[in-house]
């Protein structure tokens, strides 16, 4: 690419990046519902994107957050998605300097002059950084504002006749942070589009942020999938009791404590990949079902985990769970009974019972089936996380089946993020070809290092655009509560199954107030990689 081309590319990026991040879009805000008619208005008011066909697509009628779609036709119908979202997490937390936190130029010098005398080694990390000019400060520019303008730099001089070999689709998308129902809705609509403009999407890059604490070299990365997530849950039920007299009954709180101890990043279910370091599983939450205080001991406990993926298929995650929680269970009662109990009766001989949500519900008969469809439905509109909408859906199915405890239901609490990778179909052979290249002549062709790892270390929206094995949703489905009420999966198109990959800014601590972008990198280096990018993916095309 010759200076002058470069040179655009970085101002264009540049300026983007900044009116960007300077509208507010923190996720679940009446910002983030007005984010994107203003994206497309401003988008249409440039003149590089006269001949771009530009709209908005709602989430849902009447949810109030779009999608933003810009088509940059070239010759050809081959085209390559350039994704991202533009909702950011909540301002609160900058304190007295929350009115600066999306200028970057106010909100950096601040920042680094708050951290004067600041004597921990992020605040140290962030002032040197802040202090050298290397690195700007603010809400959502790293994560992912500057991806986004990335790509849209590359759209601008693509439309002023710097590429017109294929399409490029750009996309940006709503409610990342909370359920991806930006992406989610994109992808469904991405058949419809490619029938309506005559289109063959080839692959699509998405824009997010990497995180590097280092000199950047993890942070210059290519990340050809996508770590998938999980969130398998615990009920418990126990044998409530008056506190005074606990022989009599069986606590389910001090039930989940141990399964939450045993699957605390248990070997069991960390994955590992060649390239990154395992993620061992964590409990994300953990509580009882009491409403308010009293001295009955809990009847029922619900308990939550991050588990992380590379390969595994949601059926085995489920699998191990089951058997480290009934592990843990029998572990716990077989402790109690050894117990002394000043003469009191023995309190062994107890087992425990695990069932999965499904196993619960094909319990049922059709008028419980009903009710229970009722309490998930109205569950779904109350504002509740939705893990918590499932343990309340859970405790409703249980309650129907009259069963009796003690015993765990295990199932899923969220929306489920599965893992991507590139396959061995040729247009994902030729993606991992084209990029590999690339990496490998960065020092060349771009004045700095650049590698490719095999997943992006964190959920993200490549998860629906990105080739799965689609086939292990079943499982999830049946065994998530608010499936169809909250999660919303649709019958059709939920998956892209597109070749994927993630190519985008570098920097520090995002979802933090020391949330800094690395200059150099976000203008110079990384528009020029999407580029050359894209233009060799469509190089056949005209």
């Not at 999608?67 to 036709?73: F, N």
């Not at 990390?125 to 730099?153: N, P, V």
């Amino acid at each position: 690419m010759d200076p002058t081309a470069a040179d655009t590319l970085s101002s264009i990026a540049r300026d983007w990046a900044i009116a960007l991040t300077e509208r507010r879009s923190v996720t679940g805000t009446d910002d983030e519902k007005s984010f994107g008619p203003w994206l497309a208005k401003v988008l249409g008011e440039r003149p590089p994107f006269d001949r771009a066909k530009i709209w908005t697509i709602e989430v849902e009628p009447g949810d109030g957050r779009h999608c933003v779609a810009m088509l940059v036709p070239g010759a050809g119908r081959g085209t390559v998605v350039l994704t991202g979202h533009y909702d950011t997490v909540s301002t609160r937390d900058y304190g007295d300097l929350e009115a600066l936190a999306t200028q970057p130029a106010k909100v950096t010098p601040a920042l680094a002059s708050s951290l004067v005398g600041v004597e921990t080694d992020q605040g140290n990390l962030a002032r040197t950084d802040l202090e050298t000019g290397q690195f700007l400060a603010g809400r959502g520019l790293l994560d992912m504002k500057a991806g986004l303008a990335a790509g849209l730099a590359v759209c601008n001089v693509f439309a002023n006749g710097g590429g017109t070999a294929g399409n490029l689709l750009f996309l940006a998308v709503p409610d990342e942070e909370n359920n991806s129902a930006g992406a989610r809705k994109a992808v469904q609509m991405l058949p419809a589009l490619e029938r309506e403009h005559d289109l063959q999407i080839l692959a699509a890059i998405n824009l997010d942020a990497i995180a590097d604490d280092g000199d950047g070299s993890k942070g210059r990365v290519i990340a050809l999938g996508t770590v998938g997530k999980l969130l398998p849950t615990a009920f418990v039920v126990g044998i409530p009791t008056h506190s005074g007299f606990p022989l009599n009954g069986l606590n389910a709180a001090t039930i989940a404590a141990a399964i939450a101890a045993r699957l605390e990043w248990a070997a069991e279910l960390t994955e590992t990949s060649q390239m990154l370091s395992a993620t061992p599983p964590s409990l994300l939450s953990i509580r009882d079902g009491k409403a308010a205080y009293d001295v009955t001991t809990p009847a029922t406990a619900f308990a939550t985990f991050n588990v992380l993926s590379y390969r595994r298929a949601p059926h085995e995650v489920l699998a191990r769970f089951d058997q480290l929680c009934l592990e843990a269970a029998r572990g716990c009662l077989e402790a109690l009974a050894r117990r002394p109990t000043d003469g009191s009766a023995s309190r062994g001989g107890r087992s425990i019972s695990l069932y999965r949500y499904e196993a619960v519900v094909d319990r049922l008969d059709i008028e419980d089936r009903s009710r229970l469809a009722e309490v998930t439905a109205d569950l779904a509109r109350v504002d509740l996380p939705l893990s918590e909408q499932c343990r309340l859906a859970t405790q409703e199915a249980w309650r129907l089946s009259r069963l009796s405890g003690p015993a765990i239901v295990t199932g899923f609490g969220s929306m489920p993020y599965l893992a991507t990778s590139l396959s061995d179909a040729p247009g994902a052979r030729r993606l991992k070809t084209i990029v590999k290249r690339l990496a490998t002549e960065s020092a060349a062709l771009y004045g700095t290092t650049i590698t490719c790892t095999d997943y992006f270390a964190g959920i993200s929206d490549m998860s629906f655009f990105g080739e799965v094995a689609a086939d292990g949703l079943d499982i999830v489905g049946r065994n998530t509560p608010l499936w169809t009420q909250g999660v919303r999966w649709p019958k059709t198109h939920a998956l892209a199954n597109i070749p994927t990959i993630n190519i985008g800014p570098w920097g520090r601590d995002y979802h933090t107030p020391l949330e800094r972008l690395h200059i150099g990198y976000a203008f110079d280096v990384l528009p020029r990689v999407l580029s050359d990018v894209c233009a060799a993916l469509l190089a056949n095309e005209s």
